[in-house]
């Protein structure tokens, strides 16, 4: 063999060995069709199509962070244990919250299917703690008020269709209502329970009249139905440019009494919105501690101390990134709650709250406090600072 014919052989072998690369460079998998996610726009900014359904999803919530100082929370202050002495010491109150929100729509021939979830999961120290008969137990979480794991709650997980709501939601008595106000500390004076079971119906008669009628179970030892009669809550509410007149009323099946708060909103400028909001109740079976659980005079509905309250305040818009909320309390047991904020948008979706809250505890002397917040003090003052990122 001749170095021609050993170079005519190696070319042909690495034409067939190049050919049979560039076959096999060609034979290409087809490709996965792809599921790209389909934007929702009917029910506002944020649903998309869950893939291969007609059902809309929107994921949301929160990441928030409280700093407070003085009497804050349950407005008896946070305090610990000096680790030095065992003394007991002021401290800072401070929460981490993270908050996971869902919601569902979906078109159907009985009408608009919703759902809404809100859990929330909470990492702090709490408000108090207890001072030790024992010198040695100072070192025990009961009385050192540690940082930590605060647990996970359930706030929302209902379902609606058209109307008709049900499962895990807050009170109709406050909800359609409106609350009280913009303020953190905004149950200074408190204005009725919120967590509980639910069967409502909402009713909207498109012309500014709108109706809700709300079976409820309650929440706690004083909330929790006893019997197969559930708490009743009803309201109507009219809503025309100028504001809203709303009010509600509600029946306690435990303690058959009665509660009812009326509502006034108004808008007399374009960057300035108002409220007042008067609440009645009657208390003949709460106040009786010949029951067998007494409630103190106070149920589920009607959380205020005495008959009647008052609740007032507003919002000023400052500028576009800048509020002012307030809020005034007061109740026939003479407890005097105000509380005001600047809430400042750093960033779209990003808020800073500073908070300042006084409290005067009614019915101060011989019988002690009568107030919602275990304040140990005649005149309780306490601030907050509240970071918030919404998404």
């Known amino acids: 063999m001749n170095i021609k014919s050993l170079l005519l052989g190696s070319a042909a072998a690495l034409i067939a060995v190049s ?7 060609v034979v290409v998998a087809e490709p996965e069709p792809a599921e790209y996610v389909k934007i929702c726009d009917v029910y506002g900014a944020g649903y998309f199509y869950i893939p291969g359904t007609e059902t809309c999803l929107r994921i949301g919530g929160y990441v928030r962070y409280d700093i407070g100082a003085g009497d804050v929370g349950s407005f008896d202050g946070a305090s610990s244990v000096d680790h030095e002495d065992g003394d007991e010491q002021d401290t800072w109150y401070k929460n981490a919250r993270f908050t996971l929100k869902t919601w569902t729509g979906q078109e159907t021939e009985l009408g608009t299917l919703k759902t809404y979830t809100e ?6 120290n709490n408000n108090t703690y207890g001072i030790p008969d024992d010198p040695a137990t100072v070192a025990d979480e009961t009385f050192s008020n540690p940082a930590g794991g605060k647990g996970v709650s359930l706030n929302f997980a209902w379902i609606q269709l058209g109307g008709l709501r049900v499962g895990k939601d807050e009170s109709a008595f406050n909800t359609f209502i ?3 106000g913009n303020v953190i500390q905004d149950t200074l004076v408190p204005y009725g329970g919120f967590d509980t079971n639910v069967i409502q119906y909402y009713f909207d008669a498109g012309n500014g009249f709108s109706a809700v009628l709300s079976l409820e179970e309650g929440a706690g030892v004083i909330g929790t139905i006893d019997s197969y009669i559930p708490h009743v809550v009803g309201g109507l509410k009219y809503t025309q440019g100028w504001g809203a007149i709303t009010g509600v009323i509600a029946y306690d099946s435990n303690y058959e009494e009665v509660a009812g708060k009326v509502r006034l909103d108004i808008t007399p400028m374009q960057n300035l919105s108002l409220f007042i909001m008067g609440g009645y109740g009657t208390d003949d079976n709460l106040s009786d501690p010949t029951w067998a659980i007494p409630a103190g005079g106070r149920g589920f509905y009607k959380q205020w101390s005495g008959n009647w309250a008052l609740w007032g305040g507003g919002t000023y818009t400052i500028n576009e990134k800048t509020s002012f909320n307030a809020q005034v309390s007061y109740d026939e047991g003479e407890n005097l709650g105000i509380a005001a904020n600047i809430a400042y948008d750093v960033v779209p979706g990003f808020t800073v709250t500073a908070e300042v809250d006084y409290l005067h505890a009614g019915e101060f002397g011989e019988v002690g406090f009568d ?6 003090d005649e005149d309780s003052i306490g601030g907050m600072l509240r970071f918030q990122r919404s998404f």
């Open 119 to 124: 859990t929330r999961f909470n990492f702090g």
């Open 19 to 25: 050919g049979a690369r560039a076959a096999d460079a």
């Open 178 to 180: 409106g609350y009280a």
């Open 371 to 376: 107030n919602w917040t275990n304040a140990d």
